[in-house]
């Protein structure tokens, strides 16, 4: 682990938790409905699974949740779910929203779902956007069509995001495999635009010439980082007097913009 990269998880864990970000600007009031709202949607999910799963729901009643309703809780027909209705799968695939609803009244004669949520925790982007983290278990029970019984328990993790215009919330991602934080951490640093970068690093040193703002990439063996500042140099000078050459290792600086590998 690098050097680099311990300082980076230092300065954000111990340094400067919450900095550039936005939760002065939503109320706990406001935090707590919208938590509850997300607890709605969530409500909603589980409603929405268990009608398509039950056997006594009508063909037009399962069309309408699989084109029409899954609309007011997902924010798109592009949303991504990772696929857990089959517990031998051992590669990790993703479905659009419509194709894992099908798939429900596909893969089962009938199925119900219980989704008990353990946690609904805030975030904020760097862009300074709002959503929410929901950490949940989800119980399945049924039989598939080929008359097999199954059960299973899994950890599962719902993000929703608010829009500050509408005020709506929407689910955008349900997913079992959690990305790691330490990549998390790395994709939203990297991202994060220069201004931003200046305001939540610059008092962070690195080097004598490095401050944490000017890493423009990082990964968890080093980093790149961008400044504008003096370098020395080395100047090789060839001196020719009666047919003879000297050759003298000198140093220059120079002023510029650098970029150096940080390990």
Known sequence: MSKVYCLFVLFFFFVAPGAGLAQDDVSPEKIAEYKANVQSLVD????????????????????????????????????????????????????????????????FSEVEFALNVSSIDQHFTADKELYFLVTLTRTLTGIT??????????????????????????????????IDEKDELFAWWNSMPEAWRHVIGHEAIITDTIRLSNVIEINDTMAIAQYYGMKVVPVDTILVFDGDTMHIEETDTIEGLFLDTLT
């Open 44 to 107: 909603f999910l589980e409603y929405s699974f268990n009608t398509l799963g039950n056997p006594k729901t009508s063909a037009r009643d399962k069309d309408v949740i699989i084109n029409q309703s899954y609309s007011k809780i997902f924010r798109d027909a592009d949303v991504q779910i990772e696929d857990d209705l089959d517990d031998d799968r051992v590669t990790l695939i993703n479905k659009d929203v419509q194709a894992y609803l099908k798939d429900i009244d596909f893969f």
């Open 145 to 178: 069509i080929m008359g097999e019984n199954v059960s299973s328990n899994k950890e599962r993790f719902i993000e929703v995001n608010f829009d500050d215009v509408t005020q709506d919330l929407r689910i955008v991602s349900i997913y079992t495999t959690k």
